[in-house]
């Protein structure tokens, strides 16, 4: 079982920039659609990114298509999510995800192993 640990959330104002970096634990990195996901209080967490296991296909929920970029670096075992153009509606904790499988829009049912989470602020 893979294990993730994200890190790169903080506070950033609306419009700016901030990168996101999940580390996987394990020798079978490569094997796993690797995916972010967001959540707010009171909502169900919900999809934002999945790239697959060599990093040629990538998808993205339509909130964030254009401003998010994910990627990964099966070398370093890490895999990224680079957020520009952050609106106050980003507001969430991301969590980091790993799936044995890829689809257009990720199930929170499809996922094998999550991270802990990490907070990204965005004030206006």
């Known amino acids: 079982q893979v294990q993730l640990v994200e890190s790169g959330g903080g506070l950033v104002q609306a419009g700016g920039p901030l990168r996101l970096s999940c580390a996987a634990s394990?020798?079978?990195?490569?094997?796993?659609?690797m995916g972010w996901f967001r959540q707010v209080p009171g909502k169900e967490r919900e999809f934002v990114a999945a790239?697959?296991?060599?990093?040629?296909?990538?998808s993205y929920a339509d909130s964030v298509k254009g401003r998010f970029t994910i990627s990964r670096d099966n070398a370093k075992n890490t895999v990224y999510l680079q957020m520009n153009s952050l609106k106050p509606e980003d507001t969430a904790v991301y969590y980091c995800?790993?799936?044995?499988?890829?689809?257009?829009?990720?199930?929170?049912?499809?996922?094998?192993?999550w991270g802990q989470g990490t907070q990204v602020t965005v004030s206006s």
């Open positions: 790239i697959t296991g060599r990093g040629t296909t990538s």
């Open positions: 995800a790993a799936s044995l499988l890829f689809a257009a829009k990720l199930h929170p049912s499809q996922v094998n192993a």
């Open positions: 394990g020798r079978t990195f490569s094997t796993y659609v």
